[in-house]
């Protein structure tokens, strides 16, 4: 649904997909949609739902949504990411294969570097590049 979205409506696939995964909230979820349907909560604070919602958290969520801004809900969820995150009991394996590190070369000869490490790895590069600052 995502990739038809972005080909005939001209959407950015993030978005696509946010529209795709609200909807799916919205299905599944009675609650959400029902203050939804009727204005409580806008597009914008399902959209923050749609990606925390669980059949236990349901009602909670709803309840404060309806009290926080969609900054606020933001925020909020970005939160409770976290804590899910760090609750895996495979984190650190977990971290591990989701590690990327992406080296581009510039026309001037700079280069860019971008790339997402497991916590020892990203410490042990600062280090590095910290004593090589100071060698320097």
Do not use: K
């Not at 799916?24 to 604070?45: V, W």
């Not at 650190?92 to 590690?99: I, K």
């Amino acid at each position: 649904m995502a990739h038809w979205m972005v080909g005939h409506l001209g959407e950015s696939m993030v978005t696509a997909r946010e529209h795709v995964r609200a909807a799916h909230a919205l299905r599944n979820n009675a609650l959400l949609c029902e203050s939804f349907a009727t204005g409580h909560l806008s597009y914008a604070r399902v959209r923050v739902v749609s990606r925390i919602i669980t059949p236990t958290s349901e009602a909670e969520l709803v309840e404060l949504a309806g009290v926080m801004t969609a900054a606020q809900l933001e925020r909020f969820a970005r939160g409770v990411g976290r804590a899910a995150l760090a609750s895996q009991p495979d984190l650190g394996q977990m971290l591990f294969e989701s590690r990327s590190l992406y080296l581009h070369p510039n026309d001037d000869g700079s280069w860019d570097l971008r790339g997402t490490l497991p916590p020892e790895t990203g410490a042990l590069l600062r280090r590095v590049l910290d004593d090589r600052r100071l060698d320097d």
